[in-house]
């Protein structure tokens, strides 16, 4: 069986220099653990360039924190988009805001800037871009639309750490950024982990009470904090991983260009495409086909594992109903999540199983079982 994610490969490639990093951290150092959540953040910092980076327990913890930090009326409305994943929308409802879905762009995966406009109300404070599957919502453009309506933009970088839009990388477009290093992220923790990217001080300051209690010295507590931080065992670990990212991120663009090169030769298959260079990293490789369940089958009884991503429109899962949130049918979202499939990606995946992976999918395509 191809599997759909693997962490294993890269882990035996890096086994050498994990174990080392486990063996680095000085247990009989009480400074040990909170140096290395330092050496990361600024690690990170740097290949995020921002200027403060507050690690916490997840890529959830993150989101809901950002949005928290900044302080939003309650009930303020956020504008998200309704395809992707629930973590996005669940942390705006656990920060005491109302998610506002919008479709996808035509011929996109990623939230259409013109429904964002016209989802504009009075009591909007904030919107959510989702980077999905790596790739870039265009960060310019929704700047001025957010900067004309003093909106803030938290960013959902958890799919495309290292992604540009117009050549500047993401998570360094809005008030500040949430990212995940999830087993399954392109930069993965072992188990949990995350953070926010900001350039704003005083925010950053918020975040560091916000994930600790929401303590002010101690015992004083001055917000109504949670504990969330990152492992710092998990840190020594990502530190080791960083320096490798860009390079990963290549070989995705690699098996990416590979699979499109393939799939070409099936007009009924839409492959994800780069608008600008930078654009994607690829933490996912989505193609849209009408007959999805089909394929899937076919593929599984080739020995290829895929996922659907997603299966559901957000506002339609059971877990946010009861809650007012304006439901509208939305024409380009609901076709994807009848007709999308995320193939394999991954840095390790071989040429020979992309080709495998490939031709199955042409096979299936021609006979049409
Ligand atoms: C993974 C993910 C999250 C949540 O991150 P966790 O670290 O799993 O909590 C949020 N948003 C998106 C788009 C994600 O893919």
């Known amino acids: 069986m191809i599997p759909?994610?693997?962490?294993?490969?890269?882990?035996?490639?890096?086994?050498?220099?994990?174990a080392q990093a486990l063996h680095g951290v000085d247990l009989k150092d009480d400074s040990a653990f909170a140096h290395q959540l330092e050496k990361f953040e600024q690690k990170l910092a740097d290949y995020c360039q921002v200027e403060s980076v507050v690690s916490v327990a997840s890529g959830s913890d993150a989101l809901v924190l950002a949005l928290r930090a900044l302080n939003l009326p309650p009930g303020s409305e956020v504008i998200t988009c309704d395809f992707g994943f629930y973590a996005t929308a669940a942390s705006i409802i656990m920060a005491d805001l109302i998610p506002v879905f919008v479709d996808t762009a035509p011929g996109r995966m990623t939230m259409d800037l013109d429904a964002v406009r016209a989802a504009i109300s009075p009591r909007t404070a904030a919107i959510v871009p989702v980077h999905l599957f790596g790739e870039a919502v265009a960060m310019p453009a929704l700047q001025k639309l957010a900067s004309e309506h003093?909106?803030?933009?938290?960013?959902?970088?958890?799919?495309?750490l290292g992604a540009t839009s117009n050549g500047q990388l993401v998570g360094s477009f809005g008030v500040a950024a949430a990212v995940s290093f999830n087993w399954s992220k392109h930069l993965s923790s072992f188990s949990n982990g995350g953070a926010i990217l900001t350039n704003d001080a005083g925010?950053?300051?918020?975040?560091?009470?916000?994930?600790?209690?929401?303590?002010?010295?101690?015992?004083?507590?001055?917000?109504?904090?949670?504990n969330s931080k990152l492992?710092?065992?998990?840190?020594?670990?990502?530190s080791v991983k960083l320096p490798?990212?860009?390079?990963?991120?290549?070989?995705?663009?690699?098996?990416?260009?590979?699979?499109?090169?393939?799939?070409?030769?099936?007009?009924?298959?839409?492959?994800?495409?780069?608008?600008?260079?930078?654009?994607h990293v690829f933490?996912?490789?989505?193609?849209?086909?009408?007959?999805?369940?089909?394929l899937r089958k076919y593929l599984k009884d080739s020995s290829v594992s895929t996922l659907v991503c997603y299966p559901h429109l957000l506002h339609t899962q059971p877990a946010f109903a009861g809650r007012g949130l304006r439901a509208e049918s939305f024409d380009h979202a609901s076709r994807l999540v009848d007709e999308v499939l995320s193939l394999p990606v991954y840095p390790e995946l071989m040429d020979t199983e992309i080709d495998f992976i490939g031709e199955a999918v042409l096979a299936h395509v021609r006979t049409g079982h």
Do not use: C
């Open 4 to 18: 759909f994610h693997s962490n294993s490969r890269q882990h035996a490639d890096l086994s050498e220099a994990l």
């Open 150 to 160: 003093s909106l803030a933009i938290v960013e959902d970088v958890a799919q495309a």
């Open 203 to 226: 925010l950053a300051n918020r975040l560091r009470s916000l994930r600790s209690y929401g303590n002010e010295g101690t015992f004083h507590h001055t917000a109504l904090g949670i």
């Open 231 to 238: 492992n710092p065992f998990e840190a020594a670990l990502l």
């Open 244 to 279: 490798y990212l860009d390079g990963w991120i290549g070989r995705r663009r690699e098996v990416a260009d590979r699979y499109t090169s393939i799939l070409s030769q099936a007009p009924q298959i839409i492959t994800p495409s780069m608008v600008e260079p930078g654009a």
């Open 283 to 294: 933490h996912k490789y989505t193609i849209r086909i009408p007959d999805r369940d089909g």
